[in-house]
Nanobody, 128 residues
Framework: QVQLVESGGGLVQAGGSLRLSCAASGRTFSTYRMGWFRQVPGKERDFVAVITGSGGSTDYADSVKGRFTISRDNAKNTVYLQMNSLRPADTAVYYC?????????????????????WGQGTQVTVSS
C-alpha cells in the first residue's frame, strides 16, 4: 500500500511559478513510475507528466512541454512538479499517482488505469 500526499498548490498570477510536491509512504518508492494529472470541474482528469522509477525518463503533455518539469528524489520518497510560466488554463486540481512496476502495465502512462495509487489533490489557481 502506498499513500501519496500532495502539497505546494496555491494562487499565483499568470507568468508565475509553483512547485508541487508529492510525498509517498513505503520503502519501494523507486519501483513506481510517478505521474501528475490535473482535473477541472466537469472535465476528465488529464495527464500532465510522468517519470520512471529511476528518474531516467520523463514525458509531458504537449500543453505543458517546455514549462513544467517533473523530477523525483527517491531518497526522500518525493516527486516534484516545477511549473513555470503558468497560465490561467493551468488552473486545476493537481493529482500525483503511482504505478507499480510489478503490476501489469500497458505502457500507456497517460492513461489513468496505469496507476495504482492516487493522492488527494492540490488546487492550483492561476489568475490573469
Amino acid at each position: 500500500q502506498v499513500q501519496l500526499v500532495e502539497s505546494g498548490g496555491g494562487l499565483v498570477q499568470a507568468g508565475g511559478s509553483l512547485r508541487l510536491s508529492c510525498a509517498a509512504s513505503g520503502r519501494t518508492f523507486s519501483t513506481y513510475r510517478m505521474g501528475w494529472f490535473r482535473q477541472v470541474p466537469g472535465k476528465e482528469r488529464d495527464f500532465v507528466a510522468v517519470i520512471t522509477g529511476s528518474g531516467g525518463s520523463t514525458d509531458y503533455a504537449d500543453s505543458v512541454k517546455g514549462r513544467f518539469t517533473i523530477s523525483r528524489d527517491n531518497a526522500k520518497n518525493t516527486v516534484y512538479l516545477q511549473m513555470n510560466s503558468l497560465r490561467p488554463a493551468d488552473t486545476a486540481v493537481y493529482y500525483c499517482a503511482a504505478g507499480s512496476s510489478y503490476q501489469p502495465y500497458s505502457g500507456r502512462y497517460y492513461d489513468l488505469t496505469s496507476y495504482n495509487y492516487w493522492g488527494q489533490g492540490t488546487q492550483v489557481t492561476v489568475s490573469s
